[in-house]
């Protein structure tokens, strides 16, 4: 039973598997995860505890981001292993207190998932034992319009997150889907993009001679230039 357990504890969905089913109660009421949110991308994320100095940092920093992400098609859903009242507390909290950033008077309007059970944490993978075996650490779920997993990020507890790169993750993922291309290190908006790799000895000669639209380092790694306007205007909404 303790193996099956510590399994439980373990398991955690990987990238293109379907985000696992719960429901849940939140600050914005329940939810059915993820069918409540298909149709457009959702990061779900989980932070270690309520009333804790740097989970506060990203909260109100996510808040302040909520819009910018919802105009990119992305929904956000936090979870804490912490009870309803206590979520509901500390989002007061920060509301009527809290200053960081040049951020104050934030927010929290995204769900913010009651997770006393661990039901949902163990799911995920969001305990980390090595690391707590009562908080989660700081995961983040990219999950697509049809509930795919499709990137996975996480910190330890004492690592506040990047919120460019998650932003920048997201847009990409986007890009990728949309232009049929794959996104090089680094890769912002406007940057030349990636083309799959040639298939066949054909292909790769046709590469090496092509001298439209693709640059080729070599026939395994070619690049085209995608403008960063149409990048923009496909994904976001306004
Ligand atoms: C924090 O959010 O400040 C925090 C939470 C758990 C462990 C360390 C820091």
């Known amino acids: 039973m303790e193996l099956e357990q510590e399994q439980q504890q373990f398991s955690m969905p990987r990238i293109g598997d379907k985000a696992p089913e719960f429901k849940a109660v939140t600050t914005q009421g329940d939810i059915n995860f993820p069918s409540d949110f298909e149709g457009e991308w959702t990061i779900l994320f989980s932070h270690p505890a309520d009333f804790t100095p740097v989970c506060t940092s990203e909260f109100m920093t996510f808040a302040h981001l909520e819009e910018k992400f919802n105009n990119a098609n992305c929904k956000l859903v936090g979870l804490s292993i912490d009870g309803l009242y206590s979520h509901i507390a500390w989002l007061r909290t920060i ?16 769900p913010l998932i009651e997770d006393i059970s661990m039901e949902v944490a163990k799911k995920y993978g969001m305990i980390q034992p090595g690391e707590s075996k009562t908080q989660a650490v700081r995961a983040v779920f990219f999950i697509d319009p049809k509930s795919i997993v499709r990137a996975i990020i996480y910190y330890p507890l004492s690592l506040g997150r990047n919120f460019d790169e998650i932003y920048r993750a997201l847009i990409a993922m986007q890009a990728s889907d949309k232009f049929n ?3 090089p290190a680094d890769w912002y908006p406007g940057d030349d993009v990636i083309i799959s790799p040639a298939g066949s000895c054909g292909v790769a000669e046709e590469r090496m001679t092509n001298t439209d639209d693709l640059k080729c380092e070599d026939w395994f790694f070619c690049t085209k230039k995608l403008d960063k306007d149409t990048v923009l205007k496909e994904i976001l909404k306004k």
């Open 181 to 183: 291309v794959a996104t």
């Open 95 to 110: 509301k009527e207190k809290i200053k960081f950033n040049g951020m104050k008077d934030i927010e929290v309007k995204f």
